[in-house]
């Protein structure tokens, strides 16, 4: 009993979120990734903690308070930050998601280790530990996703906000070993608080996600129509791109035409793929797909920054337009 009652209740927990998220972006196997991750971060954690504690000459209750919160917080946001640099997350939902199943290796990897070193403690000590210390892991890490997707999503004020997610992160876990209230009450509070942030969370991602389709969707049909049928130059955009021939060589241009229509292609197969996602149907393999991956990058070589900026004012390269075209991989 004293197993289920530690390890069972955060996986749950993750399981909740998982079957929430009706766009499904989220990879089962980067899931896999992130438990395994948060059982790696509970074994050097532990390690340090232990160093901390015998050359630092801490105490038992400083070092949970104050030193261990901030060590593990930032052992855990490792992943994240290795998964937003490879564009694997899009939107919080999915930051949420990654970032729990984070916390939850952590949690069941430290849970074990209790359940065997603490033998003779009470069944309330592992009710305490599973439904709250361990969703307290998980909803730390997760906000801390949220925070720093949100800031890389807009493109400002990255480093701030990230710090200040951290900072958060530490703040919540520091408050929670601090037990200023009874435990069950702090346990209490994280089971009626947390989902209830979740729900709005990813209600609130459900809303972005579907007004982001719809802006650019039918731009990128119209824009798109209009190369294939060869009146692109009669358009506004046209217009702009024949501008440019001024400050730029035909060879650039050339290639900034090609860009545009190959990236606008892509961004619609992105796109449909969302939408078969969140209606359920199956997303089939596409061939070739990676080969104009290749292209993409080639012709955004060529152009150069100067040549994606002139782009700007047609297409966007913010974070979450390169995040979409990854999903085709």
Avoid at 266 to 285: C, H, T, Y
Avoid at 313 to 318: A, C, F, G, K, Q
Wanted: glycine share 6%; charged share 20%.
């Amino acid at each position: 009993m004293k197993m289920v009652f530690s390890v069972f209740p955060v996986l749950l927990f993750l399981v909740f979120l998982f079957l929430m998220d009706s766009y499904k972006l989220v990879i089962k196997k980067m899931i896999a990734f992130s438990l395994l991750w948060g059982c790696v971060c509970a074994l050097f954690g532990y390690l340090i903690n232990s160093f901390l504690q015998d050359t630092a000459g801490a105490a038992f209750e400083y070092l949970s308070r104050y030193l261990a919160p901030a060590v593990e917080e930032m052992l855990k946001a490792g992943f994240l930050f290795f998964l937003i640099s490879k564009k694997r997350i899009g939107f919080m939902v999915d930051a949420a998601i990654y970032g729990f199943a984070i916390g939850t290796g952590f949690a069941l990897c430290e849970n074990l280790f209790y359940v065997y070193a603490l033998s003779e403690t009470s069944m309330l000590t592992w009710i305490i530990r599973g439904f709250g210390t361990a969703v307290m892991h998980g909803g730390c890490t997760a906000l801390f996703a949220i925070i720093y997707i949100g800031a890389k999503s807009r493109d400002r004020m990255v480093v701030p906000r990230v710090l200040s997610g951290l900072a958060l992160a530490y703040a919540v876990h520091a408050l929670f070993n601090h037990f200023y209230v009874h435990p069950i009450i702090q346990t209490l509070a994280i089971l009626v608080s947390l989902p209830m942030l979740f729900v709005l969370i990813f209600r609130h991602n459900e809303i972005l996600l579907r007004d982001w389709m719809e802006l650019e969707l039918s731009s990128e049909v119209e824009l798109l129509k209009m190369i294939r049928q060869g009146r692109f130059s009669a358009t506004r955009a046209g217009g702009y791109l024949a501008s440019l021939k001024d400050r730029f060589s035909g060879e650039v241009i050339l290639d900034m035409y090609c860009y545009l229509q190959l990236y606008l292609e892509l961004s619609l197969k992105a796109k449909r793929n969302i939408m078969l996602r969140e209606n359920g149907f199956p997303v089939l393999p596409e061939t070739g797909i990676r080969g104009k991956l290749a292209e993409l990058r080639a012709l955004h070589k060529r152009i150069g920054p100067v040549g994606e900026i002139a782009l700007s004012p047609l297409i966007r390269m913010n974070y979450r337009d390169l995040w979409k075209l990854n999903l085709l991989q």
